[in-house]
């Protein structure tokens, strides 16, 4: 059985639809050994590929193929995942969050407001 980089990433429910696991591979949003390659790539038992989600890396290790898309426990038995434990500490950190206090009951800010706001996000 042969299958496609983007049917299997799409098959083990990593990405919702083979368009964007095709588009993920496209932008290099997927390595295969820290290298780029083709949506059409077949797929081959022992294969570690990286994957980058927003912030989130994940790293899997093909252990079997899937051709088909199946329900979640299925389909986790058909890869190995080694992707590093990220703790909340580390997020919250890496995150820049404002936080502007208003009084309460103040009402809608005024456009002056908003332009306060719009200038302290931008500093």
């Known amino acids: 059985m042969e299958v496609?980089?983007?049917?299997?990433?799409?098959?083990?429910?990593?990405?919702?639809?083979?368009?964007?696991?095709?588009?993920?591979?496209?932008?290099?949003?997927?390595?295969?050994?820290?290298?780029?390659?083709?949506?059409?790539?077949?797929?081959?038992?022992?294969?570690?590929?990286?994957?980058?989600?927003?912030?989130e890396k994940i790293v899997l290790e093909v252990s079997s193929l899937l051709e088909k898309r199946q329900s979640y426990e299925i389909a986790k038995k058909h890869y190995i995942n080694h992707s590093p434990i990220i703790e909340k500490k580390e997020v919250q950190s890496s995150a820049f969050f404002v936080s502007i206090k208003r009084s309460k009951g103040s009402g809608r800010p005024t456009k002056k407001d908003r332009r306060d706001i719009s200038n302290f996000e931008d500093v």
């Open 4 to 55: 496609r980089a983007d049917a299997y990433l799409w098959a083990i429910r990593i990405y919702k639809s083979r368009t964007l696991a095709s588009e993920a591979i496209k932008n290099g949003k997927v390595k295969l050994i820290g290298k780029n390659f083709k949506p059409s790539h077949v797929v081959k038992v022992g294969e570690v590929y990286s994957i980058t989600i927003g912030i």
